[in-house]
Structure formats: C-alpha cells, structure tokens
C-alpha cells in the first residue's frame, strides 16, 4: 500500500434516475432522490436531493427542479456533476478531511447504455476527483447484492426494476449472456397514474402525489391476499378548477399500471426465449430474481411467476441490492476485475 493510497478514499455509486445512493466504508452514506433545484437567474444550485425533492412541483418561476438523468442516463450533465459533487462533498467521512482526497470509484449504468452517455459518467466522475473509475453493469450490481455468485457456470436471471429503466438479464459466468432494457419502470407507473386519475377521476394530481399513491396502495394484479385500504387523494378538479379530494382502491391502480406491466413481461419472455437451453435450465430450478425499487410493487412477483410458471423471489432490501453489489465488486476490486469496464 503506497502512500497514494493512504490518501485515496474508496466510493460505490449507484447513479440512478430517481435515487443515488452511495455506499463508503461498507455504509451506505447517502440515499437520496437524484433531483436539483436550480436558480433561474444565477444559474447556482441551491437544493439538492431531498431537500429539492420538497420543492417538486412547488417551484416559483425562478426556482427550477430538474432531474439530472432520464432512463437512467446522464440527460443534464452539468446538474449531473454537481449533484454527484454536492452528494460526495457532504459525506460525513469526508467532509472532515483537509483536502479532498484522491477517489477510486466504481459506478453502475443501466445495461443498454451506449458509449458516448458511458463516457459522460465517467467524465463526472473525474471531474469530481476520481483517479480511479470503474463501471458496472446494473444487472451485474444487482446480482452480486442479492447474494448470488455469478462466477459459477450457472444461469441465473435478474430483473432490475428502477425509476427510468427495467433491466432484464441473464447471467454466467461473470458475463451477461442474454439482456433487455425496455425504458419502463417506476416513473412510466407514476405517469399511469397521474393519467388515470385524470381521464377517470378528472383529477390532476402532481407528480410527487401520484409516486405517493404507487407506493401506498399501488398493486399489479387485482386479487391481492393483503390489500391495502382505500387512499383519499387531493388534486385540482379539471372541470372547476377547484381543489378536490377523491377515494381511490389498489384494484383502480392495477387497472392503470396493466398495460405498462404487461410491457414488462413481454421484456421478460423474450429474455427467456433467447435464453440458451442449458442456461434455461438452471433458470428452471433457480427462478427468477426481481431487485429495484419498482420490484416492491405488490403482487408482482405473483404476476410475473403466473406468467413465465417460474419462481420469482424478491431482493431483501431491493432499494439496495444495486448500491450493495457495487460495494462488494468495489471491494473485491482483483475478483470482480473481469466484469468491471474501466
């Protein structure tokens, strides 16, 4: 160990389109909405994270929130690279430092990523001091965080469930064999539901309201064994323009969120169907594994195992288990080397 390394700090980041946590020393540090609000006329940024969240959709005209990455890749990079500077700055462990040090980072990207928003994160990365950037693939992270070892010859198949995209893969060997990335998961819901409530209930909802419904009594099937209770949900009546508050059950919800589900599954099968025999074998005895915050949605895992006549088991923690796997392939930098593009 050199004294350059006695002055570099180690960072996982799992940049995500609707959260980016960040794991150092084995803790997860940060955990926060990936959202900035900028001032209109200096162009500063004065929020980031929660705090910005708050401010959704309760901006004046010169406040502005904006969401750095769309379908989980760099869309603003200059609020991109401040928000990752502003995340890694209020670090605890690194906030006492005299100096920023040096960083060896590892990263995550969504799977069907090209070269060019590839080479945008690393940039960020470098820009906020990373001598050492690594990147790994989504599915990859998320595997390893489950637990699985993905160096055995043996198929396993992941699911991916995030904010702007749903990764599906099928993974030996360290290598993925077969992939999808279909651009819906939890903001097109959130999207289905503000349109729900619009077409049925003629009420416009926010988008912070409509996330909150999902979250509350969202539900992919209509025959749920545990349903939640019905939800009062306020808005503005599109007719009068008057505030309103209506009643609304899970079962409403899983009308709204059918066809964006079925897109999933859809994704899924074709997954399968390119899946080489001996690989689909293992498949057949291992299941399928779901992880993201969009795996939460209940009665999905029983949708989706109705569906391909699989078993389908959710992550423990699988808000987590991306941020947890890039941590351990951080770590174990030599083992995880093949599988890591740098």
Avoid at 3 to 15: C, G, K, M, R, V
Avoid at 80 to 85: A, H, P, R, V
């Amino acid at each position: 160990m050199g004294f350059f390394d006695f002055l570099t700090e180690e960072i996982a980041i799992d940049l995500g389109t609707a959260n980016t946590l960040i794991i150092h020393d084995d803790k997860v540090v940060v955990d926060s909405p990936s959202i900035v609000a900028r001032d209109r006329i200096s162009g500063k940024i004065i929020a980031v994270g929660r705090e910005a969240n708050m401010m959704q959709g309760k901006t004046h005209e010169n406040i502005k929130t904006i969401r750095p990455l769309k379908d989980g890749v760099i869309a603003d990079f200059d609020a991109s690279e401040k928000m990752i500077n502003m995340f890694i700055k209020n670090i605890p462990a690194l906030k006492k430092k005299w100096f920023p040090p040096a960083l060896r980072m590892v990263i995550c990207i969504p799977s069907g990523i090209t070269e060019v928003e590839m080479r945008a994160v690393k940039e960020s990365a470098e820009r906020v001091n990373g001598k050492e950037v690594y990147l790994i693939h989504e599915p990859m992270a998320a595997a390893i965080g489950i637990g699985l070892d993905i160096m055995q010859p043996k198929g396993n198949m992941i699911v991916d469930i995030g904010g702007g995209t749903t990764e599906i893969a099928v993974i030996a060997l360290g290598g993925i064999v077969c992939d999808k990335s279909v651009k819906i998961a939890g903001d097109v819901f959130t999207n289905d539901i503000i349109y729900y409530m619009r077409t049925q209930h003629n009420l416009y909802v926010g988008e912070s309201t409509a996330e909150n419904i999902k979250i509350k009594i969202g539900s992919a099937t209509e025959d749920l064994q545990a349903p939640p209770d019905e939800m009062s949900v306020q808005g503005r009546d599109l007719l009068t323009g008057k505030p309103k508050q209506v009643s609304i059950t899970y079962r409403e919800i899983a009308k709204a969120l059918d066809k964006s589900i079925l897109r999933v599954e859809d994704a899924v099968m074709e997954t399968l169907s390119q899946t080489p025999p001996e690989l689909a074998a293992d498949i057949y005895n291992t299941g399928i594994y779901l992880a993201g915050g969009g795996s939460m949605l209940r009665g999905l895992d029983r949708r989706l195992s109705q569906k391909t006549d699989l078993p389908v088991y959710i992550a423990e923690d699988p808000l987590r288990a991306v941020v947890r796997g890039t941590g351990i392939a951080l770590k174990n930098l030599e083992r995880y080397k093949s599988i890591l593009i740098k």
